[in-house]
Nanobody
Framework: QVQLVESGGGLVQPGGSLRLSCTAS????????IGWFRQAPGKEREGVSC????????YYRDSVKGRFTISRDNAKNTVYLQMNSLKPEDTAVYYC???????????????????WGQGTQVTVSS
């Protein structure tokens, strides 16, 4: 059974850090493109970061560049999203997603991703 499970969300003060984990079962993560998305209340889902399969090229939306880092631990079949200098506008439910190929789609578009986790809540507030 193919499954993605996110963890690591929570409540943090502005300027704080969290590390989200996305662990796969039923398939090997390094053979897939893995994306992190988020959705805030009343807003559309948006791509946050992506790591390509094999060589592991990384991509970020502009608003998180320099603050978030995506990485992969093949031994643990897990992808991480390290989030530093968190801001209230980072508050959202964060999802990881996987696809064998993006095709012609930009990495931040949700359509090509076949597998999704259940999401983990991140709240940045004082």
């Amino acid at each position: 059974q193919v499954q993605l499970v996110e963890s690591g969300g929570g409540l943090v003060q502005p300027g704080g850090s969290l590390r989200l984990s996305c662990t796969a079962s039923g398939f090997t993560l390094d053979s897939y493109v893995i994306g992190w998305f988020r959705q805030a209340p009343g807003k559309e889902r948006e791509g946050v970061s992506c790591i390509s399969k094999s060589i592991g090229s990384t991509y970020y939306r502009d608003s998180v560049k320099g603050r978030f880092t995506i990485s992969r631990d093949n031994a643990k079949n897990t992808v991480y999203l390290q989030m530093n200098s968190l801001k209230p506008e980072d508050t959202a439910v964060y999802y990881c997603a996987a696809t064998k190929t993006l095709g012609y789609y930009h990495w931040a578009v949700s359509r090509p991703y076949n597998y999704w986790g259940q999401g983990t809540q991140v709240t940045v507030s004082s």
